[in-house]
């Protein structure tokens, strides 16, 4: 399981279950980061957050600060053996929208984060689109390369693929 430090508290919800201020917490955190400080003008609050398959991740200090978060989409309808069990569930998830807060930076909470985020998709395919710099860090995480790089809002990305053991 994931080693996500003591002094944090683990949350997973859809966006309809989360408190108000929190979501906008995350939201600010998910703006500060990719829209500000990597300089990417784009549309974070895209309406994928309302699917009603998609999860929200989150771990928060106990004065309510958002530490990190991660966004579980899914991908495509089920129907295959994997999503069997529910056939509700998606047979295919992306993980997103990974980012942790400067001020918890340097913890492991985004790794501790990611483990949980891969534990809420067992069964299912796992897919991402990492900022290509960090596809060395997925890697520790059992991701794959799983295509070629592009580039996304300036930013070179490369698409990924969990390869479970």
Known sequence: MSNLPSDLT???AHVTDIPTATFYRIAALRQDVFV???DCVYLDLDGRDLDPAARQLWAEDESGAIAATVRIL???AGGTDDAAHDPTL???VSIGRVVTARAFRGRGIAGALLELAIAACEGREVELHAQSHLTEWYGRYSFMPDGEEYLEDGI???PMRLRRS
């Open 36 to 38: 500000v400080e990597q």
């Open 10 to 12: 683990f949350h997973n």
């Open 90 to 92: 998606p047979s295919t």
């Open 74 to 76: 899914p991908e495509r």
């Open 156 to 158: 070179p990305h490369t």
